[in-house]
């Protein structure tokens, strides 16, 4: 199951069995209790990290105490992977959602692959250009969407990684407060759970404790864009 979901990460994208026994073999495990933290921004830091099982969110704290959702990791996903290219200061923190099962490797292990492979250094370089991408849509939509389009752009992303089709609808369970769903699309949480209420109320959803039901996902799709 472990081996599964490692290789599902964009850093084992082009190895072949071999070598990728040989990368996963340089990979250390770390656990993580739900609200526990693994890094804080502004730390140093020359590891990268897949999720094995949970989620991780990444955030960031302004000067007074505003704090801003850039990302929910599930199984998979990777992130870290910036120190190998500029090794500064961690740029987010990184906190377990739910209990969090990691793999982490360092930039010693990594460095000779990246040098005989050089698959794995484009499909880095995949990773840090999509997630730079994923930011200006997010200031395209901070700009040109109200929070109702934005709170359905969230929970249709959290669908498609996290969603579960039933026969009443897909069941996302996104673990997140109502306090880490605003932050994620930038609002405050009185404006997102009205948005959430007025979604609910026209039957476009189902809301359960830190999950949804999504009863109408095309008017939903239609909403966010």
């Given amino acids: 199951m472990t081996d599964d979901v490692l290789r599902q990460a964009p850093l084992f994208s082009g190895l072949d069995d071999e070598v990728a026994q040989t990368l996963e073999s340089s990979m250390a ?3 993580l209790r739900r609200g526990e933290i693994l890094f804080n921004e502004g730390d140093d830091g020359d590891q990268l990290y897949v999720v094995i099982e949970g989620k991780i969110k990444l955030g960031r704290t302004s000067p007074d105490g505003r704090e801003n959702l850039l990302a929910i990791l599930g199984p998979g996903q990777m992130f870290g992977e910036l120190s190998f290219f500029d090794p500064g200061p961690r740029s987010a923190t990184a906190t377990a959602v739910t209990d969090v099962e990691l793999k982490s490797l360092g930039h010693p292990a ?3 692959v990246l040098e005989t492979h050089p698959k794995v250094a484009h499909a880095l370089l995949n990773q840090l250009a999509g997630r730079l991408r994923r930011t200006n849509e997010v200031v395209g939509d901070l700009v040109f969407s109200d929070v109702p389009g934005r709170v359905a752009k969230a929970l249709l992303d959290l669908a498609s990684r996290f969603g579960r089709r039933a026969d009443d609808g897909v069941h996302v369970n996104h673990d997140l407060t109502q306090e880490e769903l ?18 609910a109320s026209r039957g476009w959803l189902r809301l359960e404790p830190r999950s949804v039901v999504i009863l109408d996902l095309e008017r939903l799709q239609r909403r966010a864009r």
């Fill in 29 to 31: 495990s770390a656990s």
């Fill in 110 to 112: 990594l460095s000779p």
């Fill in 182 to 199: 605003a932050q994620l699309v930038g609002a405050s949480r009185e404006t997102v759970n009205k948005a959430l209420a007025d979604f």
